[in-house]
C-alpha cells in the first residue's frame, strides 16, 4: 500500500472522532498544510497552500475548524496513540515522559500568557506553558495527553476566562497536578503501567513521587542538588515515643553523628572508585557517555530533611570528569537489583520528549498558533500531533532508526496565485477577532536544515484503549 492510501486510511481514523462529516475537509487540509515545508504554520500561509486559489474561502474554513469547531482534542490524540502505539515496539521496557514546553507570546488575552519561566527562552518571559505526557519505547515517543497550565491570575479572573472560552470545570492546577491527572486517565483506560520519567522541576516534589508510587508506578525522576536523604547504610533512629498530646511524632531523631545529607555533599563524599564511565546510548556523531555512581538512600524531606522515614531508592549521581561538583542527580524506584547502566539508560531516555518538542515545534508548527482561546490552542497541538504521528508510523514501517535521515512522503507545495494576497490586507479579510497579532518570534528551521527521525504507533480495535501488549 503506498503512503498516500495509508494517509487516506489514517485521517478517516481520526475524522471518526471529528463528530460531524462536514469537519472531515478541515482534519485533511490542517493536517496536509502541517505537514508541507512552510517556514510558518499558522492558518493563513497552510490555507494559501493547500488550496491558492480559494485561499481566503479556505482560510476562514480552516480558522472555523481550528478555533471554532466543537471537536475533543482528547479524543483527537486517542485517536493517533491507537494507530502509532501498536507499530511501537515494546519489549524492551517503556516508559511515560512528563514534561512541559513553552511558547513566547507577548500581550496579556491569549490564554494563560503570564510571565513565567520558557524553557525555549531559558528565562522568565511572557509566555504559555502546556504540560504534556509522552510514551517512549527503545524505538521513539509520542505525546498523548497535552494540556495548558493555566496560572493562578487567569483561573481567577472571570472575564478573561470567559473570553478566552476556558471550560467552567477547569481550575487552577500545578503542572505536577495536571500531569498527574493525565497518567490516571489513561490508566483508566488501562494503560501500562510503565516507569515514570520527569526532570527536577517535577521530581523535587515529594507529593508528585508519593502519588506515582501510590499508583504502582516506578519512576527515575531528576531532583536538586540541595534535596536531603539519609546516605547509604545509615539506619535513622525511630520518632521520638508519643505523648499521648497533639500528632503522632513521625520524623525520624537525630544526633550530633546521625544526621541526613544533602545529595551534593553525599556525592561528594564518594570515593572516586564509586564512579564508573557509561555508555547509554550511540549519539549521531559518537556514542553518548558519562561518569556516574548509585547508590541505595532513604529521602528525608526537602532541602530541610524534616519528613518521615521513606523506603530505600537509587540514587544516581552524574559527574563529568572535567566538571568540579555533580551535574544532575536522579531519584528512583526501580528494583534494588537495578545494573548501574541499566539505571543510566533510564534516566537518559527522557532526552525523546526533548526531541519530541524540537520536531514538533520546528517541523510541525507547534508553537504557530495565532489564535487566544483554549479551544484554538489545545486542537491547534493536537492537529501537530496527529501529522506528526503519521510520520512516526511511516518510519516505523519503514523500520528505520531513529536518528537516520528523513524519508517522508514528498509532498509538493502549491505555487500561489500570481493575484494572492497576504494577510493583513482588506482585499482578503478573513475573521480574526479571537487571533494574536502580538507573536513573539518563533524558531523555525533553515532550509537546508536535515530533520532526524521521528518516532511511531498501530490502529488499535479498541476504541479508548493505549494498552500495547
Given at each position: 500500500?503506498?503512503?498516500?492510501?495509508?494517509?487516506?486510511?489514517?485521517?478517516?481514523?481520526?475524522?471518526?472522532?471529528?463528530?460531524?462529516?462536514?469537519?472531515?475537509?478541515?482534519?485533511?487540509?490542517?493536517?496536509?498544510?502541517?505537514?508541507?515545508?512552510?517556514?510558518?504554520?499558522?492558518?493563513?500561509?497552510?490555507?494559501?497552500?493547500?488550496?491558492?486559489?480559494?485561499?481566503?474561502?479556505?482560510?476562514?474554513?480552516?480558522?472555523?475548524?481550528?478555533?471554532?469547531?466543537?471537536?475533543?482534542?482528547?479524543?483527537?490524540?486517542?485517536?493517533?496513540?491507537?494507530?502509532?502505539?501498536?507499530?511501537?515496539?515494546?519489549?524492551?521496557?517503556?516508559?511515560?515522559?512528563?514534561?512541559?514546553?513553552?511558547?513566547?507570546?507577548?500581550?496579556?488575552?491569549?490564554?494563560?500568557?503570564?510571565?513565567?519561566?520558557?524553557?525555549?527562552?531559558?528565562?522568565?518571559?511572557?509566555?504559555?506553558?502546556?504540560?504534556?505526557?509522552?510514551?517512549?519505547?527503545?524505538?521513539?515517543?509520542?505525546?498523548?495527553?497535552?494540556?495548558?497550565?493555566?496560572?493562578?491570575?487567569?483561573?481567577?479572573?472571570?472575564?478573561?476566562?470567559?473570553?478566552?472560552?476556558?471550560?467552567?470545570?477547569?481550575?487552577?492546577?500545578?503542572?505536577?497536578?495536571?500531569?498527574?491527572?493525565?497518567?490516571?486517565?489513561?490508566?483508566?483506560?488501562?494503560?501500562?503501567?510503565?516507569?515514570?520519567?520527569?526532570?527536577?522541576?517535577?521530581?523535587?516534589?515529594?507529593?508528585?513521587?508519593?502519588?506515582?508510587?501510590?499508583?504502582?508506578?516506578?519512576?527515575?525522576?531528576?531532583?536538586?542538588?540541595?534535596?536531603?536523604?539519609?546516605?547509604?547504610?545509615?539506619?535513622?533512629?525511630?520518632?521520638?515515643?508519643?505523648?499521648?498530646?497533639?500528632?503522632?511524632?513521625?520524623?525520624?531523631?537525630?544526633?550530633?553523628?546521625?544526621?541526613?545529607?544533602?545529595?551534593?555533599?553525599?556525592?561528594?563524599?564518594?570515593?572516586?572508585?564509586?564512579?564508573?564511565?557509561?555508555?547509554?546510548?550511540?549519539?549521531?556523531?559518537?556514542?553518548?557517555?558519562?561518569?556516574?555512581?548509585?547508590?541505595?538512600?532513604?529521602?528525608?524531606?526537602?532541602?530541610?530533611?524534616?519528613?518521615?522515614?521513606?523506603?530505600?531508592?537509587?540514587?544516581?549521581?552524574?559527574?563529568?570528569?572535567?566538571?568540579?561538583?555533580?551535574?544532575?542527580?536522579?531519584?528512583?524506584?526501580?528494583?534494588?537489583?537495578?545494573?548501574?547502566?541499566?539505571?543510566?539508560?533510564?534516566?537518559?531516555?527522557?532526552?525523546?520528549?526533548?526531541?519530541?518538542?524540537?520536531?514538533?515545534?520546528?517541523?510541525?508548527?507547534?508553537?504557530?498558533?495565532?489564535?487566544?482561546?483554549?479551544?484554538?490552542?489545545?486542537?491547534?497541538?493536537?492537529?501537530?500531533?496527529?501529522?506528526?504521528?503519521?510520520?512516526?508510523?511511516?518510519?516505523?514501517?519503514?523500520?528505520?532508526?531513529?536518528?537516520?535521515?528523513?524519508?517522508?512522503?514528498?509532498?509538493?507545495?502549491?505555487?500561489?496565485?500570481?493575484?494572492?494576497?497576504?494577510?493583513?490586507?482588506?482585499?482578503?479579510?478573513?475573521?480574526?477577532?479571537?487571533?494574536?497579532?502580538?507573536?513573539?518570534?518563533?524558531?523555525?528551521?533553515p532550509p537546508d536544515r536535515s530533520s532526524k527521525a521521528v518516532p511511531l504507533l498501530r490502529?488499535?480495535?479498541?476504541?479508548?484503549?493505549?494498552?500495547?501488549?
Open positions: 500500500m503506498h503512503a498516500s492510501e495509508r494517509f487516506d486510511r489514517y485521517l478517516e481514523h481520526l475524522s471518526a472522532g471529528l463528530g460531524h462529516a462536514d469537519r472531515h475537509a478541515g482534519l485533511r487540509g490542517y493536517c496536509t498544510g502541517l505537514m508541507l515545508p512552510l517556514s510558518r504554520k499558522s492558518v493563513e500561509p497552510m490555507a494559501a497552500r493547500v488550496d491558492p486559489m480559494h485561499a481566503s474561502a479556505r482560510h476562514q474554513a480552516l480558522h472555523h475548524f481550528v478555533a471554532k469547531a466543537e471537536w475533543s482534542h482528547t479524543e483527537m490524540l486517542r485517536r493517533v496513540a491507537q494507530w502509532v502505539i501498536p507499530k511501537m515496539d515494546f519489549r524492551s521496557g517503556g516508559w511515560w515522559i512528563i514534561d512541559d514546553t513553552g511558547f513566547p507570546k507577548k500581550g496579556r488575552h491569549s490564554v494563560g500568557v503570564t510571565r513565567q519561566y520558557c524553557g525555549m527562552l531559558g528565562k522568565q518571559d511572557n509566555c504559555q506553558v502546556a504540560v504534556s505526557l509522552s510514551l517512549a519505547s527503545d524505538q521513539g515517543s509520542l505525546p498523548v495527553a497535552w494540556q495548558l497550565y493555566l496560572p493562578e491570575d487567569w483561573a481567577a479572573d472571570a472575564a478573561r476566562r470567559t473570553k478566552a472560552g476556558v471550560p467552567e470545570e477547569v481550575r487552577f492546577a500545578t503542572k505536577t497536578q495536571i500531569a498527574l491527572e493525565q497518567l490516571r486517565a489513561l490508566l483508566d483506560e488501562g494503560a501500562p503501567r510503565y516507569c515514570v520519567l520527569a526532570d527536577a522541576g517535577y521530581g523535587v516534589d515529594t507529593a508528585f513521587r508519593q502519588a506515582l508510587s501510590d499508583m504502582g508506578l516506578p519512576y527515575a525522576v531528576g531532583v536538586t542538588s540541595a534535596v536531603v536523604v539519609w546516605p547509604p547504610g545509615v539506619q535513622p533512629l525511630p520518632p521520638k515515643p508519643y505523648s499521648g498530646v497533639g500528632r503522632p511524632p513521625v520524623v525520624p531523631q537525630r544526633t550530633a553523628a546521625l544526621q541526613p545529607l544533602s545529595v551534593k555533599a553525599l556525592a561528594m563524599s564518594l570515593p572516586p572508585q564509586a564512579f564508573r564511565n557509561i555508555t547509554w546510548r550511540e549519539g549521531s556523531n559518537a556514542a553518548l557517555s558519562g561518569r556516574f555512581a548509585a547508590v541505595r538512600v532513604r529521602h528525608a524531606g526537602g532541602n530541610a530533611g524534616k519528613a518521615r522515614l521513606r523506603p530505600e531508592q537509587w540514587l544516581l549521581i552524574e559527574w563529568p570528569a572535567c566538571d568540579e561538583e555533580p551535574s544532575k542527580y536522579v531519584l528512583s524506584t526501580l528494583p534494588e537489583g537495578t545494573p548501574l547502566d541499566e539505571l543510566v539508560r533510564v534516566a537518559h531516555h527522557r532526552w525523546r520528549i526533548e526531541r519530541d518538542y524540537q520536531d514538533l515545534k520546528q517541523d510541525f508548527g507547534l508553537g504557530h498558533y495565532e489564535g487566544r482561546g483554549w479551544r484554538g490552542f489545545h486542537h491547534h497541538a493536537a492537529l501537530s500531533i496527529a501529522a506528526y504521528g503519521f510520520l512516526m508510523a511511516e518510519r516505523l514501517i519503514a523500520d528505520k532508526p531513529v536518528g537516520g535521515k528523513k524519508n517522508f512522503v514528498e509532498r509538493q507545495v502549491p505555487a500561489l496565485p500570481e493575484d494572492y494576497v497576504p494577510r493583513g490586507s482588506s482585499a482578503r479579510a478573513a475573521p480574526r477577532d479571537d487571533l494574536d497579532h502580538e507573536l513573539a518570534p518563533s524558531a523555525e528551521l490502529k488499535s480495535k479498541r476504541k479508548a484503549s493505549l494498552m500495547t501488549q
